[in-house]
């Protein structure tokens, strides 16, 4: 397969274009809010332990599904590649950031997709609509539980399937840059 084709297409302002050595092409977002907001989960994280598996944009396997790249993924410690990737089963908690052109996807397919798997955790982060939703208690066809808390309510405790406890504070997610006024 040629790559003339996909060189000379125009992709949307604000994507970066990957090609993976599988021949895979990964289109992924990139925004300030989603890198900074991403960063500050991390950083939350760290209360986990310097050496917890925490991944970002990190493939897990679902194999019934397209595998995914969850913005953030909590694993289990005693959690091991197969291959390449994480399976389903080590995820404790996947958060999603969201992005102008992700709304869609973050808060419907992939509430269904992660609920379908039984991921314990779901936590949607908005930071347009500055607000967060987790989601708990997976179905077969999304979570029968979500709670949603605004941005700068205060720290959000988030009790993981192995016992630890991931609290995000909700005051220092960062909030987008407002649009210029071009008027």
């Given at each position: 397969?040629?790559?003339?084709?996909?060189?000379?297409?125009?992709?949307?302002?604000?994507?970066?274009?990957?090609?993976?050595?599988?021949?895979?092409?990964?289109?992924?977002?990139?925004?300030?809010?989603?890198?900074?907001?991403?960063?500050?989960?991390?950083?939350d994280s760290l209360a986990l332990g310097r050496h917890a598996k925490v991944t970002s944009d990190v493939y897990i396997?679902?194999?019934?599904?397209?595998?995914?790249?969850?913005?953030?993924?909590?694993?289990?410690?005693?959690?091991?590649?197969?291959?390449?990737?994480?399976?389903?089963?080590?995820?404790?908690?996947?958060?999603?950031?969201?992005?102008?052109?992700?709304?869609?996807?973050?808060?419907?397919?992939?509430?269904?997709?992660?609920?379908?798997?039984?991921?314990?955790?779901?936590?949607?982060?908005?930071?347009?609509?500055?607000?967060?939703?987790?989601?708990?208690?997976?179905?077969?066809?999304?979570?029968?539980?979500?709670?949603?808390?605004?941005?700068?309510?205060?720290?959000?405790?988030?009790?993981?399937?192995?016992?630890?406890?991931?609290?995000?504070?909700?005051?220092?997610?960062?909030?987008?840059?407002?649009?210029?006024?071009?008027?």
């Amino acid at each position: 397969m040629s790559v003339d084709p996909i060189t000379h297409t125009e992709f949307p302002a604000g994507y970066v274009v990957f090609f993976g050595a599988d021949g895979k092409i990964i289109m992924t977002p990139q925004s300030e809010e989603h890198s900074s907001t991403i960063r500050s989960m991390q950083i939350d994280s760290l209360a986990l332990g310097r050496h917890a598996k925490v991944t970002s944009d990190v493939y897990i396997d679902f194999p019934a599904d397209e595998n995914s790249a969850p913005d953030l993924a909590i694993l289990r410690e005693d959690a091991r590649k197969e291959g390449k990737r994480y399976s389903f089963e080590d995820v404790l908690l996947i958060s999603e950031v969201v992005s102008t052109s992700s709304a869609r996807k973050d808060y419907d397919d992939c509430t269904a997709k992660y609920g379908r798997y039984g991921i314990p955790v779901y936590l949607v982060v908005d930071p347009y609509a500055r607000e967060v939703v987790l989601h708990t208690e997976p179905t077969s066809s999304g979570y029968s539980t979500a709670h949603t808390r605004a941005y700068g309510t205060g720290k959000l405790s988030i009790p993981l399937a192995d016992g630890r406890t991931f609290t995000l504070d909700l005051d220092e997610l960062p909030l987008p840059n407002p649009e210029p006024d071009t008027h």
